[in-house]
T-cell receptor
Framework: EAQVTQNPRYLITVTGKKLTVTCSQN?????MSWYRQDPGLGLRQIYY???????DKGDVPEGYKVSRKEKRNFPLILESPSPNQTSLYFC?????????????FGSGTQLSVL | GQQVMQIPQYQHVQEGEDFTTYCNSS?????IQWYKQRPGGHPVFLIQ?????EVKKQKRLTFQFGEAKKNSSLHITATQTTDVGTYFC???????????FGTGTRLLVSP
């Protein structure tokens, strides 16, 4: 089954404790992206990748890191999480070549930073 | 930077009533996409509009792309309880690299 898999689904952590949210897609998509969703603000892009070893900042990249060493995986790293990073995070991949068309989203990761 | 606004933020209708959400971009778009997110779920792609003035239909849903390619609308005829969720538009810039989501319209349908 074609899908984008995110883990974990829920995560509670404390300020400053490094964490990684994994994202994997099995559709051989070139484009992948991370979003955060906050009430009233919609979906805001954190980072995106148009292909392996190619990543770029989105609209809200501060406090986040990503890597794209393999086509299928695009982990999101919070080196030193802070409470303002409490949010619902979505990973997505695109069937539009290296461009963000027809995004397929993962099930989301609800992160709480205490 | 590119901004995409959506109105209304929230709408509550009775089943059978029509519903429309509007999307406006600060810049000209190369295309616009629409997504639906059910409560507790993830966004799911609905449709993509590319041409100026384009109109597409999916059963009870009608999507329009403005002539100037800066605005779009989604109209649902005779809403059903299964239409409940948040509808997002997402505009792609003319460089085809950046997709900016609108703030979403949350639809609640009462039986």
């Amino acid at each position: 089954e074609a899908q984008v898999t995110q883990n974990p689904r829920y995560l509670i952590t404390v300020t400053g404790k490094k964490l990684t949210v994994t994202c994997s897609q099995n559709m051989n998509h070139e484009y992948m992206s991370w979003y955060r969703q906050d009430p009233g603000l919609g979906l805001r892009q954190i980072y995106y990748s148009m292909n392996v070893e190619v990543t770029d900042k989105g609209d809200v990249p501060e406090g986040y890191k990503v890597s794209r060493k393999e086509k299928r995986n695009f982990p999101l790293i919070l080196e030193s999480p802070s409470p303002n990073q409490t949010s619902l995070y979505f990973c997505a991949s695109s069937s539009g070549g290296g461009f963000p068309e027809k995004l397929f989203f993962g099930s989301g990761t609800q992160l709480s930073v205490l | 930077g590119q901004q995409v606004m959506q109105i209304p933020q929230y709408q509550h209708v009775q089943e059978g009533e029509d519903f429309t959400t509007y999307c406006n971009s600060s810049t000209t778009l190369s295309n616009i996409q629409w997504y639906k997110q059910r409560p507790g779920g993830h966004p799911v792609f609905l449709i993509q509009l590319v041409k100026s003035g384009e109109v597409k239909k999916q059963k009870r849903l009608t999507f329009q792309f403005g002539e100037a390619k800066k605005n779009s609308s989604l109209h649902i005829t005779a809403t059903q309880t299964t239409d409940v969720g948040t509808y997002f538009c997402a505009g792609m810039n003319t460089g085809f690299q950046k997709l900016v989501f609108g703030t979403g319209t949350r639809l609640l349908v009462s039986p």
